[in-house]
């Protein structure tokens, strides 16, 4: 006989794997790649479509980083830590310059057309 936390667990486990949100930043497959390394973002400047999707990497061994669209008004995001990543969705064209919030002479410029 299973005890009630045992059921519990069992329950959201359940939840967890129906949910049609379970995996879907996973499912992204974005436009373009940018790989954080040596305080830098490479490629420092990229070009995308409207409606796609940048994914930032951070490959560094112990630092951590923000990618911060500061001139955008947008407020500084989460640290990406190493070996986690960052998506953001372009929904309008022009050219964004971001910078990272710890390290702000890191720069970067995203182009939308």
Known sequence: ???KSAD????????MLLSP?????????????VEIIKY???P???TVK???TVRWTNNEK??????WFEQAGDPEPGYI?????YLRLFDKAGSFPYHCGPHPEMTGIVHVK
């Open 1 to 3: 006989m299973r005890s």
């Open 8 to 15: 519990m667990i069992v329950i959201l486990l359940a939840l």
């Open 21 to 33: 949100l379970a995996g879907a930043a996973d499912s992204v497959q974005p436009a373009a790649e």
């Open 40 to 42: 830098q973002f490479l």
């Open 44 to 46: 420092q400047e990229i």
């Open 50 to 52: 409207i409606g796609d």
């Open 62 to 67: 112990r630092q951590y980083h923000s990618v």
């Open 81 to 85: 830590f190493p070996g986690e990543t």
